[in-house]
């Protein structure tokens, strides 16, 4: 399976960084995602997760303080953390759940049809390069997103607790 996703996810990332996804991509894709959940009852997981790993991530609201519901591309490493980015679609503006994050650390995911207690670190400026490496290698070209937005994109590790 490695060996046809690999090459998808080269044609499916170089789509994804285009002008085109990037103006629609966040209006098709939350419905997309939502639609795909209500089919599955929720057992299918994000429609992303099809193409690279995804997550459901469960946080709350660093202003409301009301629960958030976020479907994320991830990267798992094998010592069970879990790598989300906050590309937002290559906008200039950090998405809504990195504040949550920032102000709530403590947090749940839905992962591979389980429900997981993490906490998440943001991964600092020491570290930055040598987890870009491990994203890319999932998601090749991913760092271009940090370029196109113009802002450090916030790279978060999801540690279980």
Do not use: K
């Amino acid at each position: 399976m490695a060996s046809v996703s690999r090459p998808l996810r080269v044609v499916v990332a170089r789509f994804s960084r285009t002008r085109f996804f990037r103006s629609y991509g966040p209006r098709m894709m939350p419905p997309l995602e939502r639609a795909t959940s209500w089919i599955t009852r929720g057992r299918g997981g994000p429609l992303s997760g099809a193409i690279v790993p995804s997550l459901v991530l469960h946080t709350v609201g660093a202003r409301s303080g009301e629960p958030r519901e976020t479907a994320l591309m991830c990267c798992p490493v094998p010592d069970g953390t879990i790598y989300v980015t906050g590309s937002n679609f290559a906008r200039p503006e950090h998405p809504a759940w990195t504040w949550n994050l920032l102000a709530h650390p403590d947090a749940a995911i839905d992962f591979r049809g389980e429900h997981r207690e993490v906490r998440a670190e943001l991964v600092g400026d020491e570290e930055r390069e040598a987890v870009w490496r491990t994203l890319e290698e999932q998601w090749p070209g991913y760092r271009g997103y940090e370029r196109a937005s113009g802002r450090v994109l916030r790279i978060f590790r999801l540690v279980p607790r």
